[in-house]
């Protein structure tokens, strides 16, 4: 098989999913009077008709992509994170940290700080369960999901709390981050360097998966863990890494969106980024091409929802339920796999 027919084959399972997902939506839209044709056509008017809506788009892909991608680390051997909304708000609560303890730094050394630090925020968060996990006390998709609800305690906390901006009129932020912490965006547009960061994880992520030994024993572990475990693999230590690896890289994503799109930590962080990172590693199996393709999608559908509000009179909550379509047809297509 031609590598571009490994790419086709690979691309073909998110894209038939959002397909199904886009069809049972369409029942639903002209349940409620609505033309299902007239708003995916709006959809992809306000996204993709223009510079500014692909730019939109490009911001929705970054935390999509490290969330997703925070999901299909740990999934190699079979571990389910469902905590990558909790590891991005740790991560971008540590990443604050950073930002205001050391806002007289230059630059050069302030961002790379703020970054170590959301990465290890969002690792050393998803390492509890993983260690738990190895230790066999708890199941990691329990431990992960119930963090979750903490981590944003801990952001609503901060913001409403002792980090809370004296100049906000009361509303739950920090105050602004220098401008030394704040990342680059790029030409104009609110795209960051966070794109790089994205780009970065999911090509090292398809490299150590199919080119180094570590990837040949993740995969020996995800096929038989009993028979990797009697050649000498060390299992556990591979658990609390990989959970520490893939919230590192949720964290990453909390970082990017506090820093370059919000540049201040506000309890508003994410709209369910992490969740639906969860649903696009799922829908693409853990392959990277399937991640970029689903995300892509996802980003579509998450920036051109609001437009449904004005053009379709519907409620902006419409796109939540899109994204709960697409997840049951994923949840049935895993069970008529199985």
Same mark, same amino acid.
């Given at each position: ?9 690979r ?17 639903v ?34 935390p ?44 050069? *050394? ?15 968060w ?26 944003? *305690? ?7 709390g002792p ?7 009361? $509303? ?32 090292? $992520? ?35 890494v ?30 369910g980024?992490?969740?639906?990172g969860?649903l ?14 689903a ?25 939540n ?5 697409i997840?049951?047809?994923v ?8």
């Amino acid at each position: 098989m031609t590598a571009g027919a490994v790419w086709t084959t690979r691309l073909a399972r998110p894209a038939a999913l959002v397909a199904v997902g886009l069809a049972v939506f369409a029942l639903v839209l002209l349940a409620f009077g609505r033309n299902p044709l007239r708003a995916y056509a709006d959809i992809l008017a306000s996204t993709l008709g223009s510079a500014y809506g692909v730019s939109e788009t490009l911001v929705k892909l970054i935390p999509l992509v490290l969330t997703a991608v925070a999901v299909a680390v740990p999934g190699r051997i079979w571990l389910i994170n469902v905590g990558g909304e909790g590891q991005l708000h740790v991560g971008a609560l540590l990443a604050t940290w950073g930002a205001l303890t050391f806002a007289g730094w230059p630059a050069w *050394l302030l961002l790379p700080t703020v970054g170590a630090l959301g990465a290890l925020g969002g690792g050393v968060w998803a390492a509890i369960p993983g260690v738990l996990r190895a230790r066999g006390w708890a199941s990691e998709a329990i431990s992960t999901l119930l963090m979750n609800y903490v981590a944003v *305690l801990l952001v609503q906390f901060f913001v409403f709390g002792p980090w809370k901006d004296p100049e906000g009129v009361n $509303y739950p932020q920090t105050a602004a981050f220098a401008p030394a912490a704040i990342l680059p965006s790029f030409g104009g547009t609110r795209v960051h360097l966070g794109l790089v960061f994205a780009a970065a994880a999911l090509v090292l $992520y398809a490299f150590v998966v199919a080119r180094t030994r570590w990837g040949l024993e993740m995969r020996a572990i995800g096929g038989n863990s009993e028979a990797a475990r009697r050649s000498g693999i060390a299992i556990g230590r591979y658990v609390i890494v990989l959970m520490f690896v893939g919230g590192a890289l949720a964290g990453l994503a909390g970082m990017s969106e506090v820093s370059a799109i919000q540049g201040r930590l506000r309890s508003s962080l994410s709209p369910g980024y992490g969740y639906t990172g969860f649903l696009i590693s799922w829908m693409a199996a853990g392959r990277p091409a399937g991640i970029l393709a689903a995300s892509f999608l996802l980003a579509v559908v998450t920036a051109g929802g609001d437009i449904l509000q004005m053009t379709q009179a519907l409620p902006g909550a419409v796109v939540n339920v899109l994204l709960a379509v697409i997840l049951f047809v994923v949840l049935g297509s895993r069970a008529d796999a199985r």
